[in-house]
């Protein structure tokens, strides 16, 4: 019985650890779970990131391909076909878009980034230069002696707990003329 409450216990330190929350020192029995905790508990071990590419500004005809780049950092298993510790993703159209899976065979901490690749398209004005860190940590289930997963996303640069990575490119306006201060014309 003590080995299996410590098992607990463990699991949900780590579940806690990765979404960057704290619990109490003691979880009585029947303690239950943030919702934020429940929720990035997978019953698989395998993850399949997604995340959204919004735009600001009018989206020119055809819309032009961003580049999203995940990096395993010290050797964290990647999806099929990754060059690599990358796997560049090359996204279309706006709204959802996912990396292909990414098995896990082992129990531990494994850690990646995920960024966009700048462009050099004219229509777009500014490329969003956010990196998220992603932290999954695998698990083994004592008594089931089965693997699962928990996960947290961070925005690196404001510390901010993320569900889901946005990335937001602003696209420039068309149809106006821009006049710098030195008196230089743009289209």
């Given at each position: 019985?003590?080995?299996?409450?410590r098992?607990?216990?463990?699991?949900l330190?780590?579940a806690?650890m990765?979404?960057?929350?704290?619990l109490?020192?003691?979880?009585?029995a029947?303690?239950?779970?943030?919702?934020?905790v429940?929720?990035t508990?997978q019953q698989?071990?395998s993850?399949?990131?997604s995340?959204?590419?919004?735009?600001?500004g009018?989206v020119?005809?055809?819309?032009?391909a961003f580049?999203?780049?995940?990096?395993g950092?010290d050797g964290a298993?990647?999806?099929?076909?990754a060059?690599?510790?990358?796997y560049?993703?090359?996204?279309e159209?706006l709204g959802?878009a996912s990396?292909?899976a990414?098995?896990?065979?082992?129990?531990g901490?494994?850690e990646y980034?995920?960024?966009?690749v700048?462009?050099?398209?004219?229509d777009?004005?500014?490329?969003?230069?956010?990196?998220?860190?992603?932290?999954?940590?695998?698990?083994?289930d004592?008594?089931t002696?089965?693997l699962?997963?928990?996960?947290?996303?961070?925005?690196?640069?404001t510390?901010?707990?993320?569900?889901v990575p946005?990335f937001?490119?602003?696209?420039?306006?068309?149809?106006?003329?821009?006049i710098?201060q030195?008196?230089?014309?743009?289209?």
């Amino acid at each position: 019985m003590k080995r299996r409450m410590r098992s607990i216990l463990l699991t949900l330190l780590a579940a806690v650890m990765a979404l960057g929350t704290v619990l109490p020192a003691v979880c009585p029995a029947g303690t239950v779970l943030p919702a934020a905790v429940a929720a990035t508990v997978q019953q698989d071990t395998s993850l399949v990131l997604s995340f959204e590419v919004n735009a600001v500004g009018t989206v020119p005809s055809p819309m032009p391909a961003f580049t999203f780049r995940l990096t395993g950092l010290d050797g964290a298993p990647m999806p099929e076909d990754a060059e690599g510790d990358t796997y560049d993703l090359k996204v279309e159209k706006l709204g959802t878009a996912s990396f292909p899976a990414i098995a896990f065979t082992g129990m531990g901490l494994y850690e990646y980034t995920l960024a966009q690749v700048p462009g050099n398209s004219a229509d777009v004005e500014k490329y969003d230069d956010t990196v998220y860190r992603i932290k999954v940590y695998v698990l083994r289930d004592e008594e089931t002696n089965s693997l699962y997963l928990v996960y947290s996303i961070r925005n690196e640069t404001t510390g901010e707990k993320v569900d889901v990575p946005e990335f937001e490119n602003r696209f420039r306006a068309k149809g106006y003329t821009v006049i710098n201060q030195a008196g230089d014309t743009f289209d």
